[in-house]
């Protein structure tokens, strides 16, 4: 079955015969296997869960089950489409070393693009946050298609300043298999060449546990860090461990070294020895970056991949979800 989504004809064909109520709810959509459930929020300008101009607006999943097991849910408190990190799942950002592309040539209230998000304004003055929420000036042509175990999203951006693009990306749930695969392609359409770092955020939420020592992280390099692990986190043997619990407000942050530049080390484990939950993510592209973010909540593993895109070229990447049990420990 293919269903798609065209926004100049709204995301449903029959909104007509909802009630106000219901109609103002985001659109989302729900797949599954023979072992995995996954339900996904959709992408739209009017109405979406997201509409903030930080992490690509697809695939936004807000619960994932396997097995008796959560992996994916709401970790912050404040809710609010426009707000730059109220978002679920695992989400991608594309950087730059500006806000995006054109941004430098971009006069006030003119358009640069951020992939996955459209055309957005420049500001009169430069935003002081690095995650400013920008206005959107065109969101470009999404379009969507799914099937029972899988939903697909393309979005396409005519030129801004010379950059265009079509981005795709499918999120599939292995037939047979408890795993979950992110398929990605961004064709360059644009007179300029795109060069971009993407990274997926994660934002794993295991069980509704909190952060702390009964999670694991590990890596099949000797991991190691420069940042400031305050008392809470250590890096040592491939692993990183909590050395106590994340309180409300809380944060910790530092960069993972230690990769080499083969695909292999795009593996890694995040497991919650109490419940028992496991989850390994491996890529197909060599890491250009890794870094490991906590909040009270939430655990995000962020593996970045560089994009490198002349005009005309197409780029595609992947990345795979498996899902499994461990042993609990004993309190």
């Known amino acids: 079955m293919k269903k798609q989504t065209r926004f100049a004809a709204r995301i449903c064909l029959c909104a007509g015969l909802l009630s106000a109520a219901f109609a103002a ?93 459209g055309a957005v304004r420049r500001p009169a003055q430069p935003p002081s946050l690095r995650f400013f929420t920008y206005d959107i000036a065109n969101p470009g042509l999404w379009t969507v298609q799914r099937g029972p175990d899988w939903i697909s999203f393309t979005q396409e951006m005519p030129a801004t ?74 890096v040592r043997e491939k692993q990183v461990t909590y050395r106590r619990k994340l309180q409300k407000n809380e944060t910790v942050l530092t960069p993972i070294t230690g990769f080499s530049g083969n695909a292999s080390d795009y593996n890694i484990v995040v497991e919650n020895r109490k419940t028992g939950a496991g989850v390994r993510l491996t890529g197909d592209q060599p890491l250009t970056r890794v870094v490991f973010w906590s909040a009270q909540k939430v655990l995000s593993p962020e593996a970045y991949i560089t994009l490198k895109i002349a005009p005309g070229q197409e780029r595609a990447w992947r990345i795979a979800y498996e899902f499994y049990t461990v042993p609990k420990s004993a309190p």
């Open 161 to 234: 300043d010379g950059y265009a693009y079509v981005y795709r990306k499918t999120v599939r749930l292995t037939k047979g298999k408890p795993e979950m695969v992110l398929e990605h392609s961004l064709k360059n359409t644009g007179q300029r060449a795109i060069e971009t770092d993407v990274y997926d955020h994660n934002f794993f939420v295991i069980d509704e546990q909190e952060s702390g020592p009964d999670f694991a992280v590990q890596f099949p390099f000797d991991a190691k860090t420069t940042g400031d692990l305050k008392d809470i986190l250590a």
């Open 25 to 117: 709810d985001p659109p989302q959509a729900e797949i599954s296997n023979a072992t995995v459930r996954a339900r996904l929020y959709l992408p739209d300008p009017e109405s979406g869960y997201y509409r903030a101009t930080r992490f690509d607006w697809s695939g936004v999943i807000s619960s994932l089950e396997y097995k008796g097991h959560s992996y994916f849910g709401q970790w912050f408190e404040k809710y609010d489409p426009k707000i730059h990190d109220a978002i679920m799942g695992p989400v991608e950002e594309f950087t730059t070393d500006g806000p995006g592309f054109g941004y430098a040539d971009a006069k006030a209230g003119g358009t640069f693009l951020r992939i996955g998000v």
